[in-house]
């Protein structure tokens, strides 16, 4: 039997048509659009909040590969954790015994989630979410779940069922017979469980689209509500789980809220394995399993392997240890003041929002006549534009790698992984302060890119 595969000498001879590659065997359109804004970057290595290029330049990680990267990448004690698994050579996914590293990442994520007594593992955020829809139907024996205006929760078709962005649902119908009501709005909520077949309310704390954060004291009003109908409060962490915001899940930023389910994923991987969890009430899970015959009817075939679940444990780990929660919530609170305080300095700056390290950066139409018929230009072309403006030079002149926080949005969304410090925020701010000097100068570089924009937007049309 064969044994030679040099993954190193492969990526030595084959590592620079990367870009090629994607466009002929992949999505076509990625490498198409990162060529149009120049993000077109070969990226050598990477660590901590850092990535370099061949050159040995250095780019600060604002993105955290879209919240995975909550530590960072690559971790040494996550590192360690997976060289240790695979090294153990355990007898992984037999699908008839009980592996030890399943129940011991249970028992932790289930200690620092008071009122949820079980967790199944699956691959991902949107299978989280799958499985919390379908627990909570089969729990309530209704149909219908409720989720909110511009929520985001994944893209199967469960999950895009309660996605709030038609952007991402036209053109998959059938989905499944579920309904939107405002972020914040109980009236709403209340008209539509009083029909009697809603299962539950599925809501991301902070929307990840736009970075809004739930208004105080919905989520346990809501939970009131939906308990009086009989129905499920499910709450998707899937990003602002795991300390993104200050608290280990951003339910727990508001008193008394118990959420019937919970969906995480994205930093729990460590950045290396993918994996999900849905944890719930012992009560819906007895339900769904209820007998020896049930005992597969809902499973997934790599959950629970052991990688993930050694990834998930140091994870866990390094948080509990140092700190990670803590410190989140500090240095986001910096971040998050030294920006708020610039909105009277930049006219273009509407607002700034958002918790611990997940934040918003928003753009408004400004005063001067000479700025609003520029920004007036951007917006008949193609709303968001404006934040693309921002975001492009944040990378090409500062090496600092951030995102537009949806389609047709005038926000950039920051989400750093949490190990970032006071140094990596005032690179930041410095980068930040450069970029709207010069957006508010009434010309130079930044405007003559939008023109490139404006023409990229009408072509598409």
């Known amino acids: ?55 040995g330049n250095d780019y600060l990680d604002m993105l955290a590969g879209f919240g995975v990267m909550g530590l960072g990448r690559h971790h040494p004690v996550v590192r360690k954790a997976l060289h240790d698994v695979l090294d153990a050579q355990l007898a992984d996914l037999t699908r008839f015994d009980c592996q030890p590293l399943p129940g011991l990442l249970a028992e932790r994520l289930l200690a620092h989630s008071p009122h949820l007594d079980r967790v199944f593992f699956g691959n991902s955020g949107t299978e989280s979410v799958e499985t919390a829809l379908k627990f909570a139907r089969f729990a309530t024996g209704r149909p219908r779940v409720l989720y909110c205006d511009h929520a985001f929760h994944g893209l199967t078709t469960g999950s895009l ?64 509500l939906l308990h009086r109908h009989k129905a499920l409060l499910i709450a998707d962490e899937v990003q602002t789980g795991l300390g993104r915001t200050g608290d280990f899940y951003a339910y727990q930023h508001e008193e008394g809220v ?39 009817v809902h499973s997934a075939s790599f959950g629970a392997n052991a990688q993930a679940m050694a990834a998930g444990l140091a994870v866990l780990s390094v948080m509990e240890n140092d700190q990670v929660v803590a410190d989140s919530r500090a240095v986001g609170e910096q971040l998050r003041s030294r920006l708020a305080a610039l909105t009277d300095k930049y006219e273009l700056l509407a607002d700034v929002r958002g918790r611990g390290l997940m934040i918003g950066i928003e753009f408004g139409r400004p005063g001067s006549l000479k700025l609003r018929s520029r920004w007036t230009m951007l917006q008949a072309a193609r709303k968001g534009l404006f934040a693309q403006m921002v975001v492009v030079p944040l990378l090409q002149r500062h090496r600092i790698l951030t995102q537009v926080s949806g389609d047709h949005l005038e926000v950039i969304k920051l989400i750093p992984p949490l190990i970032i410090d006071e140094t990596d925020v005032d690179r930041f701010m410095d980068a930040f302060t450069d970029v709207m000097d010069d957006a508010h100068s009434g010309g130079g570089l930044m405007w003559d890119f939008g023109k490139t924009l404006i023409k990229q937007a009408v072509a598409n049309r």
């Not at 739930?214 to 009003?221: I, K, N, S």
């Open 161 to 224: 069922s309660v996605n709030g962005e038609s952007g991402f649902r036209d053109g998959f119908a059938p989905l499944l017979p579920d309904t939107a009501v405002p972020l914040g709005d109980l009236d709403a909520l209340a008209r539509e469980l009083k029909k009697g077949d809603v299962a539950a309310l599925i809501v991301e704390p902070i929307q990840g689209k736009g970075v809004h954060e739930a208004p105080p004291g919905y989520l346990r009003a809501a939970q009131e």
């Open 258 to 296: 118990e959420p019937d389910l919970v969906c995480v994923a994205k930093a729990l991987s460590g950045g290396y394995v993918p994996v999900g969890a849905t944890l719930g009430k012992d009560w819906i899970f007895k339900k769904v399993y209820s007998s020896m015959d049930r005992v597969l």
């Open 1 to 55: 039997m064969s044994t030679e595969f040099d993954l190193g000498a492969l990526l030595a001879e084959r590592g620079g048509e990367r870009y090629e590659l994607h466009g002929k065997y992949l999505n076509h359109q990625l490498p198409r659009m990162l060529h149009t804004i120049g993000f077109d970057k070969v990226y050598e290595r990477a660590e901590g909040a850092h990535f370099w290029d061949a050159d």
